[in-house]
């Protein structure tokens, strides 16, 4: 198993491909087709992130938070479409708009006061009934976010799930 985010990332990227799961219904940026299509849906590649300091700032505005240093390293690292690695679904970071992607499913998935308003930011689908969550009122000494696990059938409990993103990470790729 790669000890680095960046390794479990193109690790998980390359199995997508190979299974040949890279594919969606939906909109593809022109950069990141890889040209094959069947029925209705479009293959996709991963491409290297064009993500700059400037972006990150302006994300951290929307945001209300700081991105702790393990989140840009996959904000900087690859562009997708989708990112699963066990039964995390990291939101998506498309070359093109993934500002929005990542607002619109930090703000619109659930009501405020569930998450945002608790000090939990989700960062990635867990499984098919709730989210992975930085516990960002409480950064440890290296200034990276606890992460926590979230119910949507109850929504009132937070399961302590890692101590930073990459133990999370660690943690989901070898289920």
Same mark, same amino acid.
């Given at each position: 198993?790669?000890?680095?985010?960046?390794?479990? $990332? @193109?690790?998980?990227? &390359?199995?997508?491909?190979?299974?040949?799961?890279?594919?969606?219904?939906?909109?593809?940026?022109?950069?990141?087709?890889?040209?094959? /299509?069947?029925?209705?849906?479009? %293959?996709?590649? &991963?491409?290297?992130?064009? /993500?700059? *300091?400037? @972006?990150?700032?302006?994300?951290?505005?929307?945001?209300?938070?700081? $991105?702790?240093?393990?989140?840009?390293?996959?904000?900087?690292?690859? !562009?997708? +479409?989708?990112?699963? +690695?066990?039964?995390?679904? $990291?939101?998506? !970071?498309?070359?093109?708009?993934?500002?929005? !992607?990542?607002?619109?499913?930090?703000?619109?998935? %659930?009501?405020?006061?569930?998450? +945002?308003?608790?000090? %939990?930011?989700?960062?990635? *689908? %867990?499984?098919?009934?709730?989210?992975?969550?930085?516990? /960002?009122?409480?950064?440890?000494?290296?200034?990276?976010?606890?992460? =926590?696990?979230? *119910?949507?059938?109850?929504?009132?409990?937070?399961? =302590?799930?890692?101590?930073?993103?990459?133990?999370?990470?660690?943690?989901?790729?070898?289920?």
């Amino acid at each position: 198993m790669p000890s680095t985010i960046t390794g479990l $990332i @193109d690790q998980s990227l &390359a199995e997508w491909e190979r299974k040949k799961l890279n594919c969606t219904p939906g909109a593809i940026p022109e950069a990141m087709r890889t040209g094959e /299509v069947q029925d209705d849906w479009q %293959y996709w590649r &991963a491409i290297n992130s064009t /993500v700059t *300091d400037e @972006d990150i700032q302006e994300m951290e505005r929307l945001l209300g938070v700081r $991105i702790s240093k393990q989140y840009q390293e996959i904000l900087r690292h690859k !562009h997708f +479409i989708e990112l699963q +690695i066990g039964e995390a679904s $990291i939101f998506p !970071h498309p070359v093109e708009g993934w500002k929005s !992607h990542i607002t619109k499913a930090v703000f619109a998935g %659930y009501p405020k006061e569930l998450l +945002i308003e608790k000090g %939990y930011l989700p960062f990635a *689908d %867990y499984s098919d009934w709730g989210l992975l969550c930085f516990r /960002v009122t409480a950064p440890n000494a290296d200034e990276e976010y606890p992460v =926590y696990q979230w *119910d949507h059938e109850r929504p009132e409990k937070f399961e =302590y799930f890692a101590a930073d993103l990459r133990a999370a990470l660690e943690r989901e790729a070898t289920t």
